[in-house]
């Protein structure tokens, strides 16, 4: 089976919850395919193919109507959060036609730690095989955020993502330089990725926290948690930046940055204004380039070990992928492993 460019049966992040008040609602591209994603006025997220089944129109160029429903612009067909249409305002009275028997693909919606995740099954109508990742923190607060789109596919952006030996070169910055060095990491198998697993990091920057440790995941499609944990001024915390890529199609990726910390270390939150929005231009305007070069379809190549984690994701989506298609259980291929790199 050829590796294909999206896997389903996943949750995806396209939205952060304050972007979507009450009776909005707004196309959003998703894996390639036109989602209505909008806030019925109860306050109910949804998510639902933004094509009407009557003659094709986005359904996003309709309204909320009080009753908490869909309008179509072009004829006024209302359509629930669920997808079933509830009204056919022509029909009049005699016309036998039940239009409950008329639906738009739906798809489940979880709303939490600030987020709007929407899960993209294989075959519609099925019932989520998981759930959406939380943020590991009781009561987490979103403090920072940033987004930028990416012109590159799903692949491109995750891999970029998870590179350990790039941060040397792409961000080379005067106040970031630093001399590539011998590093050693241990890795170890999740449910649906693998782990960077708890170490003390080496960056200036962490001494911002005192004396941390600090712990990388990944887990598909696209989301990758960094756990850095520790003690000041005798209280103990955790920082959590959550990186998520989301597919828009097949060239274009969001690449979101968001952090989560306790309100008593706000007094971090200028660096991540300073420097955050910085950073991921990096890693979008090496991408950019990167565009230049694939416009010709170069056979390209991963070498162990820095360019393991990027093996091990090809791995791990292709087995997702089959037992997806075959209905059988997900088997991870990642086995625990110490990795060798210079950076």
């Known amino acids: 089976m050829s590796e294909e460019l999206y896997v389903r049966d996943l949750w995806y992040m396209p939205a952060l919850s304050s972007s979507l008040k009450a009776g909005q609602m707004r196309r959003e591209m998703l894996l390639g395919e036109p989602v ?3 806030r019925m006025r109860d306050g109910a997220a949804f998510a639902m193919r933004d094509i009407c089944p009557h003659r094709g129109v986005p359904l996003s160029a309709g309204k909320i109507l009080a009753e908490n429903t869909v309008a179509c612009p072009y004829h006024g067909w209302r359509f629930r959060k669920d997808g079933v249409c509830s009204a056919i305002p022509s029909l009049v009275e005699g016309q036998e036609m039940d239009p409950e028997k008329i639906r738009v693909r739906s798809y489940p919606v979880r709303e939490q730690d600030g987020l709007i995740w ?5 075959r519609p109508g099925t019932p989520p095989r998981t759930e959406p990742p939380r943020v590991p923190v009781e009561k987490p607060r979103m403090r920072w955020t940033e987004t930028q789109t990416f012109p590159c596919d799903i692949d491109h952006a995750v891999i970029g993502l998870m590179d350990p030996v790039h941060a040397a070169y792409v961000h080379d910055h005067w ?5 590539p060095r011998p590093k050693q990491k241990q890795y170890a198998p999740l449910p649906t990725g693998f782990v960077m697993t708890k170490h003390k990091p080496t960056k200036p920057a962490y001494s911002l926290l005192g004396d941390v440790t600090t712990e990388i995941t ?10 850095v944990e520790g003690q000041l001024f005798g209280i103990s915390f955790k920082v959590i930046g959550l990186t998520v890529c989301t597919p828009r199609d097949a060239d274009h990726t969001d690449v979101m940055g968001i952090m989560y910390w306790p309100g008593w270390l706000n007094f971090i939150y200028p660096f991540f204004w300073a420097l955050g929005r910085t950073f991921i231009a990096d890693d979008r ?7 230049e070069g694939l416009k010709f379809s170069p056979n390209l190549m991963l070498i162990q070990d820095s360019d393991m984690p990027a093996i091990w994701y090809h791995r791990v989506k292709k087995a997702w992928a089959e037992s997806t298609e075959n209905g059988t259980d997900f088997v991870n291929p990642v086995q625990e492993r110490t990795l060798r790199w210079r950076s």
């Open 118 to 122: 929407v899960y993209v099954a294989a």
């Open 36 to 38: 209505l994603l909008g």
């Open 285 to 291: 305007k090496i991408v950019e380039l990167q565009r």
């Open 175 to 179: 106040w970031w330089k630093r001399t």
């Open 218 to 227: 990944f887990e598909l499609p696209s989301t990758r948690f960094e756990i």
